[in-house]
């Protein structure tokens, strides 16, 4: 599900307001029910996503639950498919920060190591 979903969101889903998406993963509830999906938005400028952006590109999904429900059903094969519910997933953009916070520490103890030998 995780899949298709990234690639009718990515290829035909016509909505302005949905840059590019990664799927990151799709949680389906034990009765098949429920089904949140979690969506990252990858800003190569910035450690940290718009959070209107990502506002904007979550309503656009749940807008769009009905189309993609739709080709999920039709590509999947199966008879019931779960509610769909959108979320954003920010374990890549706190990795990034991490990584970012590690590499400003590592400067600062160079600096740090260059002012003892003078």
């Known amino acids: 599900m995780k899949d298709e979903l990234s690639v009718i969101i990515n290829r035909e889903l016509k909505d302005p307001r949905v840059p590019f998406v990664t799927v990151t993963d799709v949680q389906i509830t034990r009765d098949a029910k429920q089904a949140t999906v979690l969506v990252s938005i990858l800003n190569m400028d910035q450690t940290h996503a718009d959070p209107e952006l990502i506002e904007d590109c979550l309503t656009a999904l749940r807008d769009s639950k009905g189309y993609l429900k739709k ?10 498919i779960p509610d769909l519910i959108f979320r954003e997933d920010k374990g890549l953009e706190n990795t990034l920060r991490v990584h970012e916070l590690l590499k400003q520490l590592e400067d600062e103890k160079k600096q740090g190591e260059k002012k003892q030998g003078q």
């Not at 080709?71 to 019931?80: D, E, V």
């Open 71 to 80: 080709q999920l059903g039709t590509l999947m094969q199966l008879r019931f």
